[in-house]
């Protein structure tokens, strides 16, 4: 299964090892900026959840055009504007003590990271010919993120990191240096294959062939859902826990980030093996089967007590584990080779439930208390796996 690691080429091994770094020290604060709106701006959770949406909405809507246009342009240069963009943004959330400033760097942010993200993870797949080394690449991608958003919380907790506004400069510092090191390797390597093939695809031809094909909606529509549910762990769970009143709230919730990252961490490759002959979609269907698992079990636990809500969330980690980096997989085999970027776009456009998940979660806490919120994330998360398993019977072609 490892034998893959060493068709790995430097542009590989730059995306996996950035995403890391981007993610350890991003992790040290992102997670907590629902918690900075309302300490600082005094803002209650459902108009942190329409804050946070809003400004990633506009960063989801772009990134189907910026998909569309890295198969056009290219990938590379894609990438090193939505670096600039990244650099820009993460510095005006660092020094910001406005509202509306805090606001322009999340949806700066928003643009820069769909540029990054989904270019970067179809340039991965550009770069090698094999099957098993394009699956491998974007499995350790996955793997090296968790280790980044696992550890990032915790240590930023014991360095007194977590939760400072000034992290975010550490950040724009970090996309400074990835952006040099992104330059001269993109100067070094070329893909195997030129990034459009033949004469270039019209937006509206490329919206076309993807609403054409019918098993691919079904995904897209079946994992935004699925994303709504799981964005809770970002969007609705901190604001959960000030709900209910936890004493020493970050320290529980980096503690639950952590088991999360390392649960993903120590669990991904053997089910990995496990389940190899288990085909793409079904996996899918399994994964958000114990998400549906690990909501309930948030809905039950009391929070006097970390322990079951820490449980709750080991069960709901072995789901991610096997359903994230399954998706990408999916959409990489569902793709036609000239319209990869397209298809990466358009599978983004399911982080709609990202941008849904706080608005959602944060009127089900406002109004209702978190056993609505949980109750409900259980039941969106078995219906995502009905959609699942229609979409694995029109594409049993490509999904074996």
């Known amino acids: 299964m490892f034998a893959a690691l060493r068709y790995f080429n430097k542009t590989i091994w ?25 300490n600082k701006f005094g803002l209650n959770e459902f108009e942190i959840g329409a804050f946070l949406a809003g400004s990633a909405a506009v960063g989801v809507i772009f990134g189907f055009y910026v998909g569309y246009l890295s198969d056009i342009v290219g990938r590379r240069k894609i990438i090193l504007i939505g670096l600039v963009l990244n650099m820009i943004a ?48 974007l499995h350790m991608r996955y793997f090296f993120l968790n280790i980044g958003a696992a550890t990032g919380p915790l240590l930023g907790t014991f360095a007194g990191a977590t939760g400072q506004q000034s992290t975010f400069l550490v950040v724009a510092g970090l996309y400074v240096v990835y952006f040099a090191v992104a330059a001269v390797i993109f100067n070094i390597e070329r ?48 604001q959960y826990l000030r709900q209910q009143n936890v004493v020493e709230l970050a320290q ?29 979609l079904m996996r899918a269907m399994a994964g958000v089967l114990l998400f549906a698992s690990g909501f309930f079990g948030f809905a039950i636990a009391p929070t006097e007590t970390a322990i079951w809500l820490l449980v709750a969330m080991f069960v709901l980690s072995i789901g991610e584990a096997i359903l994230f980096p399954t998706l990408n997989i999916i959409i990489d085999r569902m793709a036609p080779d000239h319209l990869k970027g397209s298809y990466f776009g358009a599978a983004s456009l399911a982080s709609f439930g990202f941008v849904l998940a706080p608005v959602i979660g944060g009127f089900l806490l ?32 490509l999904l074996n």
Do not use: C
């Open 14 to 38: 730059l995306i996996i090892l950035a995403t890391f770094a981007s993610r350890f020290v991003l992790f040290m604060v992102w997670p907590f900026l629902a918690i900075l709106l309302h």
């Open 90 to 137: 993460m510095t005006i959330l660092g020094i910001s003590d406005q509202l509306w400033m805090l606001f322009a760097g999340t949806v700066i942010q928003s643009f820069g990271r769909g540029m990054v993200e989904n270019p970067g993870r179809a340039l991965m797949t550009d770069m090698v010919e094999d099957r098993k080394v394009k699956d491998m690449a």
């Open 191 to 238: 893909p195997l294959k030129r990034t459009k093939s033949g004469e270039p695809l019209k937006f509206s031809d490329a919206l076309k062939v993807l609403r054409k094909d019918t098993a691919f909606l079904l995904f897209v529509a079946a994992t935004l859902i699925s994303d709504i549910a799981y964005g809770q762990i970002d969007a609705g769970l901190v």
């Open 252 to 280: 529980l919730y980096a503690t639950m980030i952590f088991v999360n990252g390392t649960t993903i961490i120590i669990f991904q490759f053997p089910l990995l093996k496990l389940l190899e002959n288990v085909r793409p």
């Open 366 to 397: 406002h109004q209702f208390g978190g056993l609505t919120l949980w109750l409900t994330m259980t039941l969106m998360s078995l219906s995502v796996a009905v959609l699942y398993l229609l979409a694995a019977n029109m594409r049993k072609d």
